[in-house]
């Protein structure tokens, strides 16, 4: 059986987990029919991944699912990648890539289909891509260093630590420094990085990948981003991010979780710096700027099949691309 998987992606509020749990139903009949022995969802959120943070970041878990430990359940299809980190842990592209290509690949070897959903672009784009710069963290230190330096010194240096990589580089990355600093830093850090070390890459696995893109207009998308902050909101986020503050107090803080959105703006409610009419608002500005940032994330990239929510049979006719895909 060729080696395939599905990603579903979208902004945020189009609607990507309910047609993914749609999208399975439908390939049940068909499933069973092949040599495909299940279906594994694999979640690509970095927020959803907190057990902290279920609620506020909307982690969509049908209520028939059973909690397996490592993942949810109903008949043969699991659920991987949601409520798996407690706040403390880190979570990152390099973490994701190293979780879902070893998922995935066990998939494959059972006979399953992995179908990865989610709206953060880097990780469905990362999967089976040897790009070393993800491995490696910012290095605020070494950044500071270099900040003053002049672009000259910059570019010297870059040859003296990469020179492949400055030749490779197109005359404006040889004359950005942010990009010649990041350039150095991964350099510098690539003998360092124990998740790189600890990384089987797989980049000679032969695979196919169909990516389904959801669309929906900006102003159904605002209004539906508006609509369920207020859900979350009155539904059990306030007591989430209270607790959520009481341990990052506790013990320390978690820079990523603390920026999840929606968290930030709670906290400012909880400490009376805005109203919860102030908090609404803020809370869904950030949810529709980071919905256009991922529209603009996916706008230019090849072979996305898009599909217009709003448009007639749309649904039909991705089930009708997917099947097709998977059953071919």
Known sequence: MLNKFVSIIGP?????TGFTFKLVDHLQQYISESDYQGINI???????????LMITSGADIPSNFDDHGQYFIKD???LYGLLKLDYTEEWSLAHFKIFAEKLILNSWQENRLPIIVGGTGLYHEHLFNDSQSIWIKP???????LKDLSLAKLQDMLKEVDQLKFEEMNNSDQNNPVRLIRAIEVAKGKDKNKLLKKYNQNNNVEFKQLVIGLIDKLENIEQKIRLRVEERFENGSLAEVESLGELIRESGLNKQITTATGVKEIMSYLDNQISKEVCLEKWSLREYQYSKRQITWWKHKENVNWFEISQRDWQKN???IVREFVLS
């Open 318 to 320: 991705a089930f009708k």
């Open 139 to 145: 290095n605020e230190e070494l950044r500071a260093e």
């Open 12 to 16: 945020t509020a189009v609607g990507k």
């Open 42 to 52: 694999i979640s690509a959120d970095s927020r959803q991944v907190y057990k902290d």
């Open 76 to 78: 043969n299809i699991r």
